[in-house]
């Protein structure tokens, strides 16, 4: 029999820690690879009950993802030139033929400009906010903290009309500038208050030595507390990416032509032509990428900041 | 290298005041102490000569100049941080060049200058390490680095020994006093801890509740201490205090103790019928039958050359320190005899050195 330990967890309780961590994530896993499979299915394959997990890989979904195809008649058809490229081929082989180019190459487009510049900007107002918060003595600062704290306390869509009124008057309606400017309004809150929470955890000390070695506040703030916030920075910009890429509420009221994102433009793919999940599915897959990419390049400072502060160094 | 004068230094945080008036000069070259409990106002005083607080009144002359109003990059003054606040981020050598590289200094000199103050402080082997990995010692030498590599015209300490372990820390007080005297900087320190301001210290400012108790050197401070509270926050065991009841006129030089006659220093001013106190450092106190002033010994600690009698006597506890060798019994009633040139008067209400003739000539804050 072995010692019993406090800090080393016996070999029973690593294994079933072990055997939930995997089950939870394949039950989380399990709908992304359904996506994932789903986009190279052809149309029937899709739709075929039981399901394929075995299936011929197609293109297909990826190919109408980002094509509007027409239906053109037999003899039409029949005196086409043979097809030129390999998804002119793809095209071919469900009797229509390319119309042009869709619009979720734009949406997409839409969706990282618009994402990726209220990340930006939640980052560069909160971190200049939360450090002016840790440092400074700001009059009210409490009552203002938890003012800024209250903006999150009701579901943002709950002021959706007064905001649809607004942005109608200040034709920010469908613009990217507007949804950036929403976004960052609903995020800056979480974005102060985790950031003041690591600048906290900063020593005072640094910025104190470079001002005494000649730098001004400002350089002192750039050189010697962003570095050391790097951390905070990075896992609070997840959160804002996160949500700003994801938001849908927001995106379906606010825009439609010009600035619409890929959340509300996903769906209406389905209505082109019949059920086309594959190319839903497709959409969804290339929609999961960027923030995947981003939360794995930053994932070394997410886990620090998820345990930063939980022990004293 | 610079004269720092303090005159009437005063720093509010809202309704509390840390510093009140303070007034003091610190000559050029001087190892300086600010001294006194934690929240006494001597770190607020050191961040306010550094310029990293600005004072609510009164004026910082460096050189003659008035900077009290001046950011700190622009006084020319380094500082080294209890907590030593080396760049995490950044690898030794980084850290020492930084304040170099701030003024603009041409790389190969900030070279040249780096490799000079590495060996000075005998750290050249581990320049290029990250400082996360540096021994509490090496981060000090590399702070202390990073101070002196500019020259600056005086070092700001703040409590700069306070994260070392006790046994390191005797070593590193030398290592520091050697070095201020080699470069004879005009050195400002803060510490809690009277040994090591005796120890180091050219000039000691004891402060209290923002207060200046005494300015003075060491020796002036341990033997002439100017009010109650400097008396019994300088020396382990603090000075014993009998409190009594008297008058005293000028030229008097003896206290009556009941019914026991006590020399003191020649009093120089007379003061009327009052509570009064009578200090006696515990070394200046010698046990002998003979004498009639007498107290019954409570306990004894042994401490290898010496050993401390605590005594039960008419007005009030007394610590005599004492010979190992001189043998003592709990509870025996001894008599005590005082050095009469080495006693202070205080005048119990007001907590202020009476003048004598053994501390006419102390400086009293």
Known sequence: MSA????????????????????????????????????????PDSISYPPKVLFEPSLEGYVNLFTTRTRIGAEQFAALPPPETWYDKIVRQSGTVIAGPSRFGERFMNSVIIGFGSTFLSIFLGTLAAYAFSRFRVPLKDDLLFFILSTRMMPPIAVAIPIYLMYRELGLSDTHLGMILLYTAVNISLAVWLLKGFIDEIPREYEEAALIDGYTRFQAFRKVVLPQAATGIASTAIFCLIFAWNEYAFAVLLTSGNAQTAPPFIPTIIGVGGQDWPAVAAGATLFLLPVMIFTILLRKHLLRGITFGAVRK | MAEIVIRNLRKEFGAFTAVEGSSFTIRDGEFFMLLGPSGCGKTTTLRMIAGLELPSGGEILIDGEDVSQLPASRRDIAMVFQMFALYPHMNVRRNISYPLVSQGVARAEVQAKVAEVARILGITDILDKPVGGLSGGDRQRVALARAIVRRPKAFMMDEPLGALDAEFREHMAEELRALHDRMGATTVYVTHDQLEAMQMGDKIVVMNHGVVEQFGTPQDIYDHPATLFVADFIGSPSMNFLR?????????????????????????????????VLGVRPEHVTLSDAAPYRGRILASEYLGTSQIITLDCPHGTVKARVPSGQGVRSGETVGLSFRSGTLSLFDAATGRALRTAANAAVHHG
């Open chain 1, 4 to 43: 019993y330990s406090v800090t080393e967890p016996s070999r029973l309780s690593k294994s079933v820690a072990a055997l939930l961590v995997v089950g939870y994530a394949v039950i989380t896993l399990l709908p992304l690879l359904w996506i994932l499979s789903t986009g190279f299915k052809s149309g």
């Open chain 2, 244 to 276: 009594f009841q008297g008058a005293l006129a000028a030229g008097d030089s003896a206290v009556r103790l009941g019914e026991v006659s006590i020399a003191t220093p020649e009093v120089q001013v007379a003061t009327g019928p009052r509570d009064l």
